[in-house]
């Protein structure tokens, strides 16, 4: 009995013949894109030529690879969205209009600076008057508001000392309506 290979029922021998065969079929496949491609020495052009004509897998492959030659042969490049001189007119006109620009805000500039620098020295008078409603005169007294808090402006009735009955509450409706 042989011995098996990675668990698989394979030997090592059949291991190899199958990765040589696939290996074969890479560079088969290799060759004949190659060729399609009109890359191969007249050496190599002389092995697919009898490949195609004995062998019918390399026959199936050579029909597909060129069908999909073809149909990428075939697909719409896109061309550009517009055409370049349009393209380089646009990128002109934007460098030209940055001049523009860059003036008119500096004009804008201008005109704010002049209006900060001028409007305090147009309108000294209103700031006086503000100056002479903030200050105190010096000939008034500035003794502020006082206010008796032991001697109350109107009499408030204390509950404790009258004792609030419903004729006391009732007479102290009467005199607040």
Do not use: C
Not at 19 to 31: H, V, Y
Not at 77 to 103: D, M, N, Y
């Amino acid at each position: 009995m042989k011995p098996t290979f990675d668990g698989a029922g394979f030997t090592p021998e059949q291991i190899a013949a199958a990765a040589e065969a696939e290996g074969q079929k890479r560079d088969r496949f290799e060759l004949l894109s190659a060729y399609l491609d009109g890359e191969v020495t007249p050496e190599e052009r002389r092995q697919v030529d009898q490949w195609l004509t004995s062998d019918a897998d390399i026959q199936t492959l050579y029909s597909r690879l060129l069908k999909l030659r073809q149909g990428m042969r075939s697909l719409a490049v896109p061309g550009p969205a517009q055409p370049t001189e349009t393209t380089v007119q646009t990128v002109l006109t934007r460098l030209e209009r940055k001049p523009k620009r860059i003036a008119a805000w500096g004009g804008m500039a201008i005109a704010a600076l002049f209006v900060g620098v001028l409007t305090p020295m147009l309108m000294p008078l209103q700031r006086v008057s503000e100056q002479v409603a903030v200050t105190p005169s010096p000939d008034l007294p500035s003794e502020g508001l006082m206010i008796a808090l032991d001697r109350p402006v109107v009499d408030i009735p204390h509950p404790s000392s009258e004792g609030l009955s419903q004729k006391n509450l009732h007479k102290l409706h009467q005199t607040t309506r």
